[in-house]
Every structure is written in structure tokens, then in C-alpha cells.
């Protein structure tokens, strides 16, 4: 596999740093015409005026690819998803659609748990097999980079079996996209502690950590911290498990109520605090303090008809905001990259520049990457995508649509659609 790469009439459009953008900063891009981008050995080494690339000599050990004056961005990073599961709720979508509301839904055995029946009996090939699909699919709209999730065992087998899929996925040389696996045992009380949240954590802590640590099969640990499902203290309580066995830490915040989740994210200096569309302004304010990304999942509030998060007003106080699609088979059975730039420009009030920076730098911030990913600057992977235009504001424009024609990986070229 050739790794040496020199792009040219690249219409480059990047943001530009080496940690992640705050408030009026994610509106900045750079924005080069006619531009250079040389990779060598999947990584970026030159970008700029063009050099000469036809000329031969030391050139002859790069690939050259024109991209004709089209834009070429950093490669998008999905920071948050939960890509790797078994089942299908389509049935349980439709009941939504007939108006039945999901605690009748959960009553008669549906929601998060019937996707842990179903990724409990199935098999490690099945399940990765089902999660190299959706890494395909991933690839096609730009993403380099995921981040995907345990929990949909919640219990020692299963939890562990996802986080092998995910590490499979991630050695394999040929890989379009780079995998972040995160641990998220604390997703949901499985049945067999119901009623038992404390004794749950402790088995989490006490049996599963080490071993994850132990294996690397995560580097993020994750907790659902919401009303019925882990309090601020039992959060608390792994999260800072987590931290001493090494795993950088993430919280599913504020998604129904306001529950204090994002100042606990401020209070542990996590990593990201996601979904927060109850956040409050205090909440906003500690974790702008405390350098927390708050990740934002418009195809969530879309798709479960719930208000917005207030991206505009988090950007405004002066947060690092980035976007993710939250793909996973309940409350958001969509990893579509073009929507969420939509939403996020429609509903949440960002712009295009802000979106565009939400979903490569600071995305990449959001995964403890934002030295190695998310712009297009001498020192980071070689992760590109390549529009179909010469104007990157079609990304939202054009609505739902995917314009992406190809995808760079570490120097790697992968035709698109
Ligand atoms: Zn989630």
C-alpha cells in the first residue's frame, strides 16, 4: 500500500489548530486556492503553492492525484455513535409513528433492551460483519474516524465481545476508517440488577475495568447520566474508576432532564459531554471553563421530534461545540453525515463554517485527536475527503445529499460514489 500522495488544484478549506476551536474561533477557516497537499507516508508533510509537482525526480515515489479545483476538507470525525449491535427495531419505529409513546414501548419488552437480547445471542461474526457494513456506509459520506460504543451487553461477555469487534475492525491494513472504541457498560441497568443501579457500578468497576484496561480494548469509558438510569453520584463513582485505570472519560448528558451532568463533565475535565439538550447555562458555562467539548447529535432531537440543543448559544458563550450522528438502532438509526450538517445549520443555528469545524477538528478533539486529525496542516494524518464542487457551503445546501466524491485515508485513495 502506497502511502505517498501529492494532491494538487486542491481547493483546500480547513480549519486550523492543534486543539480544539472555541466559540467565535470555529468560524474560521482557511482557505487556499489552487493548492498543494503532500502526504508522505500517510502523513501531511508539505501544504501550499504548488511546487512543481509534475517534475520528476523526487516526486516519482508519490502518487499524484489532481483534484481539479473541488474542495478538499479534512476527513470528518463521527465522534460518537453505537455502530457495532444486532436486532432491529423497525417494528418498534413504526408503533412511535402510530403515536405510541415509548414507555409502552419499554413496557412490553421494547427499546434498548430488545437490542441487547438480540446482540447477547448472536455471534462475534455476525456482529462484525453487521459493523464492517455500516464502516462502509460511514466511508461513502467522508468519515475517517468513529468512535463507537460497548453497551449493548451490559453484561461480561457481550460488552467484551463488541469492544474485540471494534479492535478487529481497527487492525485490519486495509481500514477506511480509524475506530475510537469507547466503553459503555453504564448504557443501561440490565434486568438482572434491576432495581440494583449501585451493585451494577460496582461490578462494572470492580470486574470489568481492569480488564478493558488491562486488554486496551477502550480508550474513553462512557456513562448514561440521566434521571432513572445512573445518578451524578453513581457517574461519578465510575468515571473516576475510569480515570485511574487510564480511559479518558465521555458523558451522555442532560439528554431529558437537567440533571447536573454536564457540570459533572466540567467537574472531571471529560473529554466531551454529548446530547445536552437540557443543559443548563450554568452548565454551559463550567464546562467552557473546564475545556469540555460539548458534542451535539442533531438526528437525535430530529428524529425523537425533541427540541434542539442550543448550538448557537453554546458557541456564542464560548464552548467548543462539535457534531456527531449518535448511530444506533433507537433513538437514531442513522449515521448520515449530510443531515446532520443540515440540521445543525437549520435548527441549531451554526453555520456552515462552524459546522464544518464541529465535524473534523473539533470532532477530533472530542476523541483526544486533535493533534493528530481534523485539518489539513503539516504534521497530521493524511485523512481527506474530496467534495463534487468548488464550494463547500453545498455541504449544506444541499440538503440530506451526500457530496462527497472520494475519500483519502492516510494517503490512501478510496473512490466514493
Ligand atoms: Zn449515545
Known amino acids: 500500500m502506497i502511502e505517498n500522495l501529492i494532491i494538487f488544484n486542491a481547493h483546500v478549506v480547513t480549519p486550523a489548530g492543534f486543539s480544539a476551536r472555541c466559540g467565535k474561533e470555529m468560524g474560521r477557516l482557511s482557505i487556499l486556492d489552487f493548492a498543494t497537499v503532500e502526504v508522505t507516508r500517510g502523513i501531511i508533510t508539505y501544504v501550499g503553492a504548488s511546487r512543481g509537482e509534475e517534475r520528476d525526480g523526487y516526486y516519482n515515489r508519490y502518487w499524484h492525484f489532481n ?22 427495531r423497525a417494528g418498534e419505529f ?6 405510541e409513546n415509548y414507555l409502552s414501548i419499554m413496557q412490553s419488552g421494547g427499546g434498548i433492551a430488545a437490542t441487547v437480547r438480540a446482540t447477547r445471542k448472536n455471534s462475534y461474526y455476525h456482529l462484525r460483519a453487521r459493523a ?10 467522508g468519515v475517517t474516524t468513529v468512535e463507537g460504543k460497548s453497551g449493548y451487553g451490559l453484561d461480561r461477555d457481550t460488552e467484551l465481545r463488541q469492544l474485540k469487534v471494534m479492535q478487529s475492525l481497527q487492525n485490519e491494513e486495509q481500514r477506511r476508517v480509524d475506530i475510537v472504541p469507547t466503553f459503555l457498560g453504564a448504557h443501561a441497568i440490565p434486568e438482572e440488577y434491576a432495581g440494583r443501579a449501585d451493585a451494577y457500578i460496582d461490578f462494572l468497576i ?10 486496551r480494548l477502550a480508550e474513553f469509558c462512557d456513562v448514561f447520566c440521566e434521571e432513572g438510569v445512573f445518578s451524578v453520584e453513581q457517574s461519578r463513582r465510575l468515571l473516576t474508576a475510569a480515570r485511574k485505570h487510564g480511559l479518558g472519560l465521555k458523558l451522555h448528558a442532560d439528554e431529558i432532564v437537567s440533571l447536573g451532568g454536564a457540570e459533572l463533565a466540567a467537574e472531571l475535565h471529560a473529554t466531551s459531554a454529548d446530547h445536552l439538550l437540557h443543559v443548563s447555562d450554568a452548565g454551559i458555562r ?24 442550543r448550538g448557537r448559544q453554546m458557541i456564542d458563550a464560548g464552548l467548543a461545540v462539535a457534531l456527531a ?26 453555520t456552515v463554517e462552524e459546522a464544518i469545524t464541529a465535524l473534523t477538528l473539533n470532532g ?7 493533534d493528530k486529525l481534523g485539518s489539513i496542516e503539516v504534521g497530521k ?18 440538503v440530506g445529499m451526500n457530496c462527497v466524491t472520494t475519500v483519502i485515508k492516510r494517503g490512501v485513495i478510496h473512490p466514493g460514489l
Not at 463550567?286 to 440543543?309: C, H, N, S, W
Not at 444506533?328 to 451554526?350: D, E, H, K, Q, R
Request: glycine share 8%; charged share 20%; hydrophobic share 45%.
Open 67 to 88: 483534484a481539479r479545483g473541488r474542495c478538499l476538507l479534512p476527513g470528518f470525525v463521527d465522534s460518537h455513535t453505537h455502530f457495532v449491535f444486532d436486532g432491529d
Open 286 to 309: 463550567q464546562m467552557r471553563d473546564a475545556g469540555v467539548v460539548a458534542t451535539l447529535l442533531p438526528l437525535t432531537a430530529f428524529i425523537l421530534k425533541e427540541p434542539y440543543a
Open 364 to 370: 477530533a478533539a472530542a476523541l483526544n485527536r486533535a
Open 132 to 141: 464492517e457494513s455500516f464502516l462502509k456506509q460511514m466511508s461513502l459520506m
Open 325 to 350: 450522528t449518535d448511530l444506533n438502532p433507537g433513538s437514531a438509526f442513522s449515521g448520515s453525515i449530510p443531515l446532520t450538517f443540515a440540521l445543525a445549520c437549520l435548527y441549531m443555528g451554526m
Open 381 to 398: 494524518q493524511g485523512d481527506f475527503v474530496l467534495l463534487n464542487t468548488d464550494d463547500y457551503r453545498q455541504l449544506t445546501y444541499y
Open 94 to 99: 413504526n408503533r412511535r409513528l402510530r403515536g
Open 206 to 215: 470492580d470486574d470489568m475495568l481492569p480488564y478493558i484496561a488491562g486488554h
